[in-house]
């Protein structure tokens, strides 16, 4: 049965009967009247940001926490714009996020009309589509498309701009039929390829198994184990495909690339054959590409046909969802073991180099989260030093449990990002880990974390630095640390200010009561720890470098003359 109503009307309904919960925004001019309508409709649960940009990376920790579109909303201009850093994150890492934005009245597009902006082409390179809406009728079946497409194939950014007037302009609504559900390409047509990868890993002596982010944006868990099982191929996961295969399975090696283990990148570069399964082979994981693993044939496997061949060039390329895939690729490998292989690389495996002075570690306070949480939590990390020490130290046992900003790097991600992945899994701990460069970035969020009663636990490596931009300048630009220095707050007057507990932690033997306290708070609670201002992260690949040339310790000091 049909209605007459306005667009903003038809927006709310049409994202209510989508099955849309939450959505992330702040209000402005141009969609005042959308929320002029929001109020009529109580299942949708708004979050009030403190900047745009939060809404982004909130509704991006949404959609990579519970599997489904996050939702922002911004007015046009500024609002808009804000959005733009928070859309390309998701872009880059793949996940489904639609953003709704008011826009100047149709008669004004073009005459640079108060707080006009070109979002659609100020978005283009970063989203899978932007919709420019000219009638309040087109509302309805283009929020459902826009939801869809957001998940469709691989994942990502969808824009939809709805000027002020089609807000308010009425049209005849109905609910839209059943929607379509996301659909991916489960790689039909690829049997050649998957007989000729099977073959590749029967005859390989030295393989590796590359697990990316596609795996878990698949749901690929049991898959890509029962592969690693069945041949015994070692296991490495990209920064963004941590979590994706458990920590403490015996076929884990850990993370590859810039940072990753001495051990690893070694495999990598005495391996014959690498099975790479939903990653892009980007450059922070190969080093030198021309020096990239020398002696080994690929296989890849990914749902976008574009990164197949773009960074390294394949024996085999599989284009198709990792699940579907992969399953396919159990089937056709015969059983293995590969455990001289495997053997060889653990013989080479050496202890990371100690990089901190006193005792309070980032090992020592990751073991305290993971003891204190007893690993049932998802952890949320922001860009930098910190990031490759949660990465690397954390024991990730859980599916899905480590979420941060990986083709971006986008500093102040973890924090509005934590959020999202509370609305998501609200009946979980969720820990956001941040510098104290990329928290101060949106720390106003705590105040949103208050007023909607947002249980996510803080945490802050402090160091007084821009930490890795401060390793960078030590080791490649003479040690001028020009701008690195970074003041901060006093972070437990700025919690109280908030009302909400805060601690500071200086020594290894405050770990345990305190991280006890803040992670059984009832609420957000804010936890500073104060660490050794130039420790560094170790191994490094230097700019320009191969795998097999690591920084595994600080440079030896030239004597005095």
């Known amino acids: 049965m049909n209605e007459t109503l306005t667009g903003a009307h038809i927006l709310c309904r049409a994202l209510v009967e989508s099955g849309v919960e939450v959505i992330f925004g702040y209000p402005g001019g141009a969609i005042m009247p959308f929320y002029h309508a929001l109020p009529e409709y109580p299942r949708l649960r708004h979050i009030l940001v403190r900047h745009e940009q939060a809404a982004a990376h909130a509704a991006d920790g949404y959609a990579r926490a519970g599997g489904r579109v996050g939702v922002c909303v911004a007015t046009s201009g500024p609002g808009a714009t804000n959005l733009v850093t928070g859309l390309a994150t998701a872009h880059m890492d793949s996940s489904p996020v639609v953003a ?4 100047v009245a149709r008669p004004m597009i073009g005459r640079d009309a108060f707080q006009e902006t070109d979002i659609i082409g100020i978005t283009l390179p970063i989203t899978k589509q932007s919709y420019l809406v000219q009638e309040a009728s087109e509302l309805g079946p283009i929020v459902t498309e826009a939801l869809a497409l957001a998940q469709e194939g691989r994942p990502g950014p969808v824009l939809i701009d709805v000027p002020k007037d089609v807000q308010n302009q009425r049209a005849e609504y109905s609910s839209p039929p059943v929607s379509r559900s996301a659909k991916r390409e489960p790689g039909r047509g690829g049997e050649d390829g998957v007989g000729k990868a099977a073959r590749l890993i029967a005859a390989a002596k030295r393989p590796l198994l590359m697990v990316g982010h596609g795996t878990i944006l698949s749901n690929a868990y049991a898959e890509v184990r029962s592969l690693a099982e069945k041949t015994g191929m070692p296991v490495i996961t990209t920064l963004l495909g941590i979590s994706a295969f458990p920590d403490g399975h015996p076929l884990h090696l850990g993370m590859p690339g810039m940072h990753g283990e001495v051990h690893v990148n070694r495999a990598i570069q005495r391996a014959d054959l690498i099975v790479g399964i939903g990653l892009r082979f980007d450059d922070r994981v190969t080093g030198n590409l021309a020096a990239f693993a020398p002696r080994a044939q690929l296989v890849h496997i990914d749902l976008d ?25 159990v089937a056709a490998v015969e059983s293995r073991s590969c455990q001289p292989w495997m053997e060889e690389i653990q013989d080479n495996r050496r202890e990371p180099v100690a990089a901190f002075r006193g005792d309070l570690s980032p090992e020592a306070i990751l073991a305290s989260i993971c003891e204190v949480t007893r690993g049932e939590c998802t952890i949320v990390t922001d860009v930098g030093q910190h990031q490759m020490w949660v990465a690397k130290l954390y024991p990730y046992r859980r599916p899905n449990s480590h979420i941060t900003s990986g083709g971006l790097g986008t500093m102040g991600f973890a924090v509005p990002a934590a959020m999202g992945v509370h609305l998501a899994r609200p009946g979980e701990t969720v820990w956001a880990i941040s510098g104290d460069g990329g928290f101060q970035m949106n720390m106003a969020e705590i105040a949103t974390m208050v007023q909607e009663g947002l249980t996510v636990k803080m945490a802050i490596f402090n160091n007084g630095y821009l930490g890795m931009v401060r390793q960078w300048q030590q080791f490649f630009h003479e040690k001028r640390y020009s701008c690195t220095p970074i003041g901060s707050p006093d972070y437990v007057k700025l919690a109280e200010a908030y009302g909400i507990p805060g601690y500071r932690v200086k020594d290894a033997s405050e770990l345990a009561d305190t991280v006890w306290r803040a ?43």
């Open 100 to 103: 709704i934005t008011g826009q």
């Open 519 to 561: 992670n059984a708070y009832p609420g957000p609670a804010l936890v500073e720890f104060v660490i050794e201002q130039e420790a560094n992260v170790y191994p490094m690949i230097p700019p320009g470098g191969s795998l097999s040339e690591p920084i595994e310790a600080e440079p030896a000091r030239v004597p005095a003359d």
């Open 305 to 329: 046909r574009a990164e197949i061949g773009k960074n390294v060039r394949p024996a085999v390329g599989i284009v198709g969802d990792a699940k579907a895939v992969t399953a396919r690729l």
